[in-house]
């Protein structure tokens, strides 16, 4: 039977994580947090510290695991979802291009 978190019993969305990495290097911590990231069906960074996630896991899921990025238990950082229907901005192309994608 499927728990909460598993993917059977999940619908696909969008998450947004923000991570202020103030008074580090952030090439030292992005490696290691889209390394997290990789395990959701899709990602962008749209900033320096800031990503969209595609996935089915929950945020407590991505939670515990971003939680174990050494040095992100020192950082303040957040991951929430995202209504992405309902959007205006002004961003590159490709960035609309990944939003817009079917999946």
Known sequence: ???V??????KFGFLHLGVNFEGVDIEAYRP?????????QDWLRYAPNWWLI???RSLE??????VEVP???????VICEVNITNRTG???KS???????ER
């Not at 899921?61 to 971003?66: C, H, I, P, R, S």
């Open 5 to 10: 978190n598993s993917v059977a019993a999940r």
């Open 71 to 77: 040095g992100m238990k020192e950082k303040s950082w």
């Open 32 to 40: 290691a947090v889209e390394k997290v990231l990789n395990k959701a």
């Open 61 to 66: 899921v991505w939670q515990k695991e971003l």
């Open 54 to 56: 595609y996935t089915s």
């Open 1 to 3: 039977m499927p728990t």
């Open 95 to 101: 960035e609309w291009e990944w939003i817009n994608k």
């Open 90 to 92: 002004w961003m590159y």
